[in-house]
Nanobody, 122 residues
Framework: QVQLVESGGGLVEAGGSLRLSCAAS????????MGWYRQAPGKQRDLVAR???????NYADSVKGRATVSRDNAKNTVYLQMSSLKPEDTAVYYC????????????????WGQGTQVTVSS
């Protein structure tokens, strides 16, 4: 059973920074793309950043210049470093993994983490 385990959320002051981590566990052989979405209360879940296995990244306009997404393919782990945080960055951040192949040969299109709360105080 593949699981995505997130860590690093919490309460941060405006202007501060944080680093989120997400590891895919459970006999994972390869993950094509990994990334982060976020969902604020009353809003839809939107992409924050994603990175392909080859290292190609893309970011939401709202975080460009403030966020860096990276991954460790050997550990099937994705990271999100954010700085100059704003109150509008407050949301539940969800990790996702796209195109997951296990060592048993099982393939699934995507998995989602349970989410980690990030609150930015003004």
């Amino acid at each position: 059973q593949v699981q995505l385990v997130e860590s690093g959320g919490g309460l941060v002051e405006a202007g501060g920074s944080l680093r989120l981590s997400c590891a895919a566990s459970g006999n994972v052989f390869r993950v094509n793309a990994m990334g982060w979405y976020r969902q604020a209360p009353g809003k839809q879940r939107d992409l924050v950043a994603r990175v392909t296995r080859g290292g190609i990244t893309n970011y939401a306009d709202s975080v460009k210049g403030r966020a860096t997404v990276s991954r460790d393919n050997a550990k099937n782990t994705v990271y999100l470093q954010m700085s100059s945080l704003k109150p509008e960055d407050t949301a539940v951040y969800y990790c996702y993994a796209q195109g997951v192949l296990t060592r048993d040969g099982v393939y699934n299109d995507e998995y989602w983490g349970q989410g980690t709360q990030v609150t930015v105080s003004s």
